[in-house]
């Protein structure tokens, strides 16, 4: 019994650790923000990155036309540049009196069924000691035929 009760509480500690991990990373992953920046030439995709700036194929530099008679005309680049922003959660603190009463009943109750879920027993009574296995005439499974396979 004191095995058994030590197994319990060693697997509750192991599933408590878990569940903090995962919470950890959940609120990690929702509150990081990253950007994508992303080179393309025409419609192909030359480089992205994730912590600087892409690189680039030099061919994003405007040629200036020779003509005379406008100078500050200039020839469209075939290159552009991307930037893919994914901005995390800034406000972590939640104001719970903008739950609604069937939401509090819910918290309630399962925080209080999930308590009372790992209590175990100080009773070390067993409640069929006094009474002796029943006598087996015959082996029941070579007389049904019934085998686990």
Same mark, same amino acid.
């Given at each position: ?9 060693r ?12 919470? *950890?990373? @959940? ?5 990081? !923000? ?6 393309? =030439?025409? $419609?192909?995709?030359v ?14 530099? *405007?040629? @200036? ?5 406008? !100078? ?6 075939? =290159?552009? $540049?991307e ?7 800034d ?13 509090q009943?819910?918290?309630? !109750? ?38 686990l396979?």
């Open positions: 019994m004191v095995k058994k009760n030590y197994i319990c509480k697997m509750k500690q192991i599933f408590h650790r878990s569940i903090a991990v995962c919470m *950890a990373i @959940v609120v990690l992953m929702t509150t990081m !923000s990253f950007t994508i920046d992303m080179h393309y =030439c025409g $419609d192909t995709m480089d992205y990155s994730f912590f600087h700036n892409a690189a680039t194929c030099n061919m994003e530099k *405007a040629v @200036v036309t020779p003509s005379c008679e406008n !100078s500050e005309m200039k020839k469209k680049s075939c =290159c552009s $540049d930037q893919v922003i994914i901005a995390g959660q406000d972590l603190k939640d104001n719970f009196s903008n739950l609604t009463f069937e939401q009943v819910f918290v309630a !109750s399962f925080s209080a069924t999930y308590i009372s879920l790992f209590e175990g027993t100080t009773s070390k009574k067993v409640p069929f000691i006094d009474y002796a296995p029943p006598f087996v005439k015959r082996n029941v499974q070579v007389l049904h035929q019934s085998f396979i």
